[in-house]
Nanobody, 129 residues
Framework: QVQLVESGGGLVQPGGSLRLSCAAS????????IGWFRQAPGKGREGVSC?????????YADLADSVKARFTISRDKRTVYLQMNSLKPEDTAVYYC?????????????????????WGQGTQVTVSS
């Protein structure tokens, strides 16, 4: 049974950092593309960053708040991480990780929420002074 569990969220002041973790169980994580998505109150779910199976490539969303310059996605055998630095109030949202079997591997991961078929329960990130 595929299971994803996010952790690492919390309350942080503007300019602070958090590292989110997405722990995987029930499948071989290397064979799956993983995405981080977020949903702020009253807004739709948006892609933040995605990583291909076998760690062949990463994608960062072209969001107005310069995610690529501040966030880093990475993975090991059991967990996918999202390191978030220089956090801003507009980063406040529930952050979700998602997975989809993705072999043969591609270097450009898909980062659309509709493509992913397994989801975690989400972790709240609140950036506020």
């Amino acid at each position: 049974q595929v299971q994803l569990v996010e952790s690492g969220g919390g309350l942080v002041q503007p300019g602070g950092s958090l590292r989110l973790s997405c722990a995987a169980s029930g499948f071989t994580l290397d064979d799956y593309a993983i995405g981080w998505f977020r949903q702020a109150p009253g807004k739709g779910r948006e892609g933040v960053s995605c990583i291909s199976s076998l760690n062949r490539g990463t994608y960062y969303a072209d969001l107005a708040d310069s995610v690529k310059a501040r966030f880093t996605i990475s993975r090991d055998k059991r967990t996918v991480y999202l390191q978030m630095n220089s956090l801003k109030p507009e980063d406040t949202a529930v952050y979700y990780c998602a997975a989809r079997f993705a072999l043969p591997v591609t270097s450009a991961p898909v980062c659309a929420s509709s493509w992913y078929n397994y989801w975690g329960q989400g972790t709240q990130v609140t950036v506020s002074s």
